[in-house]
């Protein structure tokens, strides 16, 4: 079991920045893939971005194209945490954020469908004003 538990949410301006973190606890593995989704109110939840890892101490991180250049995830395995950095908000950006866990991984694994993901935290809230 892995239990997962996001914090960092919050109000904040158009343009401003936020800084998501998931802990994770459990029988968790550095070879995880580890993603944010998000689900903005009477929409599908879609994905945001995920770290997998290849070898070694080496990950690769991949975005949905709206978030490229805007969001970096970003992985701290020795604390088992996961961190999203979310800059230039928009109002469209408004959404619960969630963060989940695919275990049983390969490397390079690329994973960007919510039905793939074994695990998940409740979610944070992010509110963007305009």
């Known amino acids: 079991q892995v239990q997962l538990v996001e914090s960092g949410g919050g109000l904040v301006q158009t343009g401003g920045s936020l800084r998501l973190s998931c802990a994770a606890s459990?029988?968790?593995?550095?070879?995880?893939?580890m993603g944010w989704f998000r689900q903005a109110p009477g929409k599908e939840r879609e994905f945001v971005a995920a770290?997998?890892?290849?070898?070694?101490?080496?990950?690769?991180?991949y975005y949905a194209d709206s978030m490229k250049g805007r969001f970096t995830i970003s992985r701290d395995n020795a604390e088992k945490t996961l961190y999203l950095q979310m800059n230039t908000l928009k109002p469209e950006d408004t959404a619960v954020y969630y963060c989940?866990?695919?275990?049983?991984?390969?490397?390079?694994?690329?994973?960007?469908?919510?039905?793939?993901?074994?695990?998940w935290g409740q979610g944070t809230q992010v509110t963007v004003s305009s």
């Open positions: 989940a866990a695919r275990t049983n991984s390969s490397p390079r694994d690329k994973v960007t469908t919510s039905n793939e993901y074994d695990y």
């Open positions: 459990g029988r968790t593995l550095s070879s995880d893939v």
């Open positions: 770290t997998a890892w290849i070898s070694g101490s080496t990950y690769y991180a």
